[in-house]
């Protein structure tokens, strides 16, 4: 049975001791989930086992710098030109789901900004733009009839970007399950994977002649624990059983994509988005909990894309599993669902955004700094282990890192982010570091370009390199952008 990361000998010393001062919480540790948050202890930051050169770190030539959107999160114009309504809609609109009782309109009004936008990503330097499309702008109902003036505003989209020599990198799912498929089951029904591969085959017809790097699915953990099991997302579930069968229906959608994208010849790379997080055990004598922790929140997802398994650890009443029940999970997978998931991908992103500790029993402990977003516990060094992990334990694939970023200290609008400067660069330079001991790593994407709608924290998390003011929708680079343009123009890191 594999391990969960651990580091150094050093490392896991400090980190116990750091453990002894932290603060327990039941482990909840897929992104973006309120109930990853314990009362920040005042650990001190983890010292870093490694320290960079004196000299820049330079990434080699054709290094991709990009940066992440989410359509729900930034396009705004959730009624024009016939879209349909996603789960998100649905939830955002319940009392009390969103911290500050907002929803997905105006956000970041990209649908109608997107030219400025673009020059905006133009003077920053940017070589690639992630972004997801709303299956609901473009199927309505999630299936039959295309919303041709929905499609076309993708269409416009992609030929800004590559007018302006912006690589488009196109998310097909970011949890914006269109609600006439959640009315009929969701990732319940194995019929959502045959719905997601024919809206697939749709963008590829209408927009494969970009030749984009296209991403199935964005963190199918999030979308099946924190909308399904945690109750915190959309659809709202707090049914294990459901997450279960979000994790399989969602890497079944994965793999029948990419065979559609395989059918249709269409020019580009395509991969899935997974958030993955070392999960380091706090007390080195009683690791199992932190196994089953690594299992369900890393293993779950990479070993069946990448070795076409599931792996048996992953769910179970055991500490750290996914409380589901095993046999139904198993009853859920039919003849050659794992040789379609495994079908050879052409890269596999990922999204990083920090480590947990897990104690002897199951619990999440603080052993890193968190940002202003709790859940999220900071360390550069993390990135390289998980990268390093991946060279070693999975067949070689190119990797690229789809998301990388820290909310603003403050919900205010501000352009002063020091803290977000401090983790780009630690976090470029771990990127550095890995690509120098022969991980195959093409490109960095920092999450987000623009302050956002984030989900169930609404507009009080602001995650951008730009400040939106969402009253005028005045866009302002913060000084994160300006150090990230600086990194890009020079192609390499400085140590400070
Ligand atoms: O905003 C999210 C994004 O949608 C998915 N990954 C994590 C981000 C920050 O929580």
Known sequence: MPTPLRRDGDLTRRTFLLAAGGVGVTAALAACTPQGASPAPATSATPAAWTPPAEPMAFPQGYTWGASTSAFQIEGALAADGRGASVWDTFAALPGKIADDSTGDPAADQYHRYVEDVALMSSLGLGAYRFSISWSRVLPTGAGEINQAGLDYYRRLVDELVGAGIRPTITLFHWDLPQA????????????????????????????????????????????????????????????????????????????????????????????????????????????????????????????????????????????????????????????????????????????????????????????????????????????????????????????????????????????????????????????????????LEGHYVWSLLDNFEWAEGYTQRWGIVAVDFDTQERTPKKSAGFFADVIAAGAVSRD
């Open 181 to 440: 498929l959640q009315d009929v089951g969701g990732w319940s029904s194995r019929d959502t994977a045959a719905r997601f591969a024919d809206y697939a085959a749709v963008c590829f017809e209408a927009l494969g002649d970009a030749g984009a790097d296209w991403l199935t699915l964005n963190e199918p953990k999030t979308h099946a624990f924190v909308g399904h099991w945690y109750g915190v997302h959309a659809p709202g579930l707090r049914d294990p059983d459901a997450a279960a069968a979000a994790v399989h229906h969602q890497l079944l959608a994965h793999g029948l994509a990419v065979q559609r994208f395989r059918e249709s010849s269409t020019p580009g790379r395509i991969g899935a988005a997974l958030n993955l997080i070392p999960v380091i055990p706090t007390d080195p004598d009683y690791p199992e909990a932190a196994t089953f922790t690594d299992a369900r929140e890393n293993r779950l997802f990479l070993d069946p894309i990448l070795k076409g398994s599931y792996p048996d650890d992953a769910i179970g009443d055991q500490a750290g599993q996914l409380p589901a029940d095993p046999a139904e999970f198993l009853a859920l997978q039919q003849p050659g669902d794992l040789d379609l998931i495994s079908s050879p991908c052409d890269l596999l992103a990922i999204q990083y955004y920090g480590v947990t500790g897990i104690d002897s029993i199951g619990n999440t402990v603080e052993i890193a700094p968190t940002s202003a977003a709790t859940w999220q516990q900071i360390d550069p060094q993390g990135l390289y282990d998980l990268l390093t992990r991946l060279k070693d334990e999975y067949p070689a694939i190119p990797l690229i890192l789809t998301e990388n970023g820290i909310p603003d200290a403050t919900a205010d609008i501000t352009v002063d982010d020091p803290d977000r400067i401090e983790f780009l660069r630690s976090h470029f330079q771990q990127a550095a570091r890995a690509i120098g001991d022969g991980v195959p």
